[in-house]
């Protein structure tokens, strides 16, 4: 356990690992963003309902272990390459984060603190017990306040980059599911990607990106009906995984 990562579960060899890059609203005492206490219950901070569907998830056997971010995305952005602007957002969907605005010393203390501790327990458990397959978990708004005319009517998405190995698989049992299935949608994996390109992608893993719209699982109903839709999609795409 650490304050930049939270696990639950036990990686096995051959299993399926889940790894969710915002699953916490925490911002550390001594971490001062500037902005009103509030919005850390709003999707600008927090991945809503990630960390409870990834805890159903482990406990019903449908993933071995989940890797869950253990401070708030507006603390850091662990779903970003640690050179990019937007590791430490000074702004989101509307709203400042002057907290943000470090000179050189203060990244290099921010990323040290919560970034590179994360990856590092990533890459060491995928060392130690090589998944078969990485469920990448992601829960997203159904609108955006900077952007109010761009509809998002999608259920869910599935996203991935350059190995689309796993993603018709799972599209198709998603909709098997009666969801609306966004193929790169809300945005696309070939854009943002950063943390299965580099523990997925870069290993060789197969993987599926999935982000759940928040308004589905805002709610413990929500959350346990999209766990087990979830659960089922695992077991269709666990036969299909590469010998």
Not at 8 to 36: F, K, T, Y
Not at 47 to 53: C, M, Q, T
Not at 210 to 229: K, L, N, P, S, T
Request: proline share 5%; hydrophobic share 50%.
């Amino acid at each position: 356990m650490s304050e930049a990562w939270r696990q639950i579960g036990l990686a096995r060899a051959g299993g399926i690992l889940l790894i969710a890059d915002h699953a916490s609203a925490l911002v550390p005492e001594d971490v001062d963003l500037g902005i009103d206490p509030a919005l850390l219950a709003n999707h600008i901070a927090v991945d809503i309902g990630v960390a409870e569907v990834a805890v159903l998830l482990v406990e019903s056997g449908a993933v071995d272990a989940a890797i869950l971010g253990g401070v708030s995305r507006l603390v850091v952005d662990c779903n970003r390459d640690e050179d990019a602007p937007g590791v430490l957002p000074i702004a989101s969907d509307g709203h400042a984060v002057p907290g943000n605005a470090l000179d050189d010393a203060g990244r290099e203390a921010r990323l040290a603190r919560f970034f590179r501790p994360y990856h590092d327990h990533i890459s060491a458990t995928i060392a130690a017990a090589r998944p078969a397959m990485i469920l990448s978990l992601h829960s997203f708004t159904p609108s955006l306040a900077a952007h109010p005319d761009q509809a998002r009517p999608w259920h869910v998405g599935v996203l991935y980059n350059e190995d689309d190995r796993l993603a018709g698989v799972a599209i198709a049992a998603l909709e098997a599911e009666g969801l609306i299935v966004g193929d790169q949608q809300p945005y696309s994996g070939k854009l943002l990607n950063a943390t299965m390109n580099r523990h997925a992608e870069a290993n060789g893993i197969p993987y599926v990106g999935i982000e759940m719209r928040q308004d589905f699982v805002v709610d413990a109903v929500g959350q346990e009906r999209f766990a087990m839709r979830l659960s089922r999609m695992c077991s269709k795409v666990a036969l299909n995984l590469p010998e």
